[in-house]
């Protein structure tokens, strides 16, 4: 059975920083992909960063030069380091990860699976999710 389990999600000023970070068991952890979404007060879930399994990142527009994405494939574990937050950062932060290279669309940017309602083209096994508030 795969586990995704997010950890490190905290309170931090505006400005400040915070890594989280997650840890899967149950699959090829070095052969998946993996992704970083949020929930915010909008119920809006969206793709926030991601790391192939060969290294290659994505990050969306909002988040470019604040946050990094990393992985440490010996500890099956994938980081989010995130500076220079800000009050629309603040959210539920979940990790999804797949071992599939040949899923339709490699990242889905926007789904409904953070609150649990997941399809076939969503990515395959989801975290339960770690909050993150940004206090102003």
């Known amino acids: 059975e795969v586990h995704m389990v997010e950890s490190g999600g905290g309170s931090v000023q505006a400005g400040g920083s915070l890594r989280i970070s997650c840890t899967a068991s149950g699959l090829t952890f070095e052969y998946s992909d993996v992704g970083w979404y949020r929930q915010g007060a909008d119920n809006a879930c969206e793709l926030v960063a991601a790391?192939?399994?060969?290294?290659?990142?994505y990050y969306t527009d909002s988040v470019k030069g604040r946050f990094t994405v990393s992985r440490d494939n010996a500890k099956n574990t994938v980081h989010l380091q995130m500076n220079r937050l800000k009050a629309e950062d603040t959210a539920v932060y979940y990790c999804?990860?797949?071992?599939?290279?040949?899923?339709?669309?490699?990242?889905?940017?926007?789904?409904?699976?953070?609150?649990?309602?997941?399809?076939?083209?969503?990515?395959?096994?989801w975290g339960k999710g770690t909050l993150v508030t940004i206090a102003s």
């Open positions: 999804a990860a797949d071992p599939d290279p040949y899923r339709p669309d490699p990242w889905p940017r926007h789904t409904t699976a953070c609150s649990g309602s997941r399809s076939d083209a969503d990515m395959k096994y």
């Open positions: 790391v192939s399994e060969d290294g290659n990142t």
